[in-house]
């Protein structure tokens, strides 16, 4: 009885699964709001206290870099460390890595119907490939391609700095860093970045933000509220505030596929890109991915794919498990072994 977690500063996901001879055997999964509850232990206590199950292994993603057993989760107070939740469910070992890491680990586990193709590439192409994901931060990984299978791995790239792409940008970079001193990626590419450049946009009186805009801003999430008014064509501060977005989502999925050689394809994960396709699906993502100078060849064979299924990062904690047992599970994992990111991805 597996259990997995996909931990981040909005929600907390956590679900029950089972190894069998097709893949992974969903059992039970449920969402929590993580900023509501203390701890992660408070949350997987009232989990398990609904569900009745003894578990014998456990793996939990987390919005965060994870040094020995322990992490900080990036935008909330908790500390989430290893060893203290083995020892609450009474497991040998409780697997602790970054929530990319953990999507990443799930690609292989999904469907066709599971991703949106945004850039076809090359057929067949083998080699590394890369996750980018913006949510309530920014998370990006890799997967290293050893000539046989994907062996995922985490960074913390998203914290590295936000390169701007034109004048207008040069400018959003100077206001931000007013506010911040560093500008990361992150501060543009993730929800509250969403939030950021449409108030440099409103700030900078480049476009009007009539009162009943001001009003549904205050009564929603921003970040949702300006993805929603733009896709409705309700509103032009927030139609030019996700075609930034979007251009500047498309430049760094760019530099992650140069940065580790992703001839094996790009993943754009997180909860905003499943919600804005039609938007990604237009030329400017597309030309601000392939726009890198004399490398615009290599990225234009490079397939880009949007990540559809909510519950990869789960899948993906789980199958760590499955892929990474203790020395005395491996004889008996091996006789039922499940389909997992040992593989090459699709």
Known sequence: MILSGDIGGTKTNLGLFEPSGSGLKKLATATYQSAEHRSLEEIVDKFLSSFYARVTDACFGVAGPVKKGRSQITNLTWVVDSNRLARKLKVPRIGLINDLEANAWGIAALKPRDFAVLNPGEPRAVGNACVVSAGTGLGEAGLYWNGRSHRPFASEGGHSDFAPLDELTMEL????????????????????????????????????????LAEEMKNGDPSATISRLALEGRSALCEQALDIFVQIYGAEAGNLALKFMAL???????????????????PSFRESFVSKGRLRSLLEGIRVQIILNPEAALLGAATWTVENPLPSERAGRRKTSVKSSSRRIA
Request: aromatic share 10%; glycine share 16%; no cysteine.
């Open 264 to 282: 094996g394809g790009v993943y754009l994960g997180g909860g905003i890109a499943p919600k804005i396709v039609p938007k990604l699906q237009q």
């Open 173 to 212: 970079h100077r206001y931000l860093s007013a506010q911040f001193g560093h500008v990361s990626s992150e501060r543009v590419l993730s929800g509250p970045g969403l939030h950021n450049v449409y108030k440099f946009l409103r700030d900078t009186q480049r476009a009007g933000e009539p009162p009943w």
